[in-house]
């Protein structure tokens, strides 16, 4: 089944503790800042259970007594826990196309085939390049000499900018 994307999808990958969460949350406050609705998918590629993170509330109770999936709506929010086999980066875009997003930036899935900005943090991480597709740009802690549209960690405001002006067109 084809994908009808109708907004920006920006990919956000690096080794871990290279600033991916940091990058995303950047990203997101500058486009709500512009006015945009930025909705965020992030990979947890660790196998502890979200389930851990709920306080004792009733839609956490009705998840552990084992409902499939729960939904807590009120306060211009929604609360979604269902539970999966594993759900592909695309069913989680598809779901996405229900709310009024304007660009989605997915931190992780590093071989998924969207436009990518990628993080390096140390000299043996420049090896990713070779490993990826579809990279927009690098954004690195160290200087290093690439075929891409490199930043330094340090230029946000320059990094940002470009997101906006060439990503979110």
């Known amino acids: ?22 990058l995303v949350e950047k990203i997101v406050k500058k486009g709500t800042d512009l006015g945009y609705q930025i909705a965020t998918i ?35 929010s929604l609360q979604l826990e269902a539970k999966t086999s594993k759900w592909p980066l695309e069913k989680l875009i598809q779901l996405y196309a229900f709310f009024e997003n304007d660009m989605i930036v997915i931190e992780g899935y590093k071989h998924a085939e969207y436009p990518k900005i990628v993080l390096i943090k140390r000299e043996e991480d420049i090896e990713l390049l070779n490993s990826l597709t579809n990279i927009v740009a690098v954004i690195s802690w160290i200087p290093i000499q690439i075929k891409f549209p490199l930043f330094l960690i340090n230029e946000e405001e320059n990094y940002l900018n470009w997101i906006f002006s060439e990503v979110h067109q």
């Open 1 to 22: 089944m084809a994908l009808e994307i109708r907004f920006p999808l920006l990919q956000v990958v690096g080794y871990q503790n290279s600033g991916k969460t940091t």
């Open 42 to 76: 992030k990979h947890h590629g660790h196998q502890s259970s979200l389930q851990s993170l709920h306080q004792e509330k009733d839609s956490s109770r009705h998840f552990r007594a084992g409902a499939s999936a729960t939904i807590v709506e009120g306060g211009g």
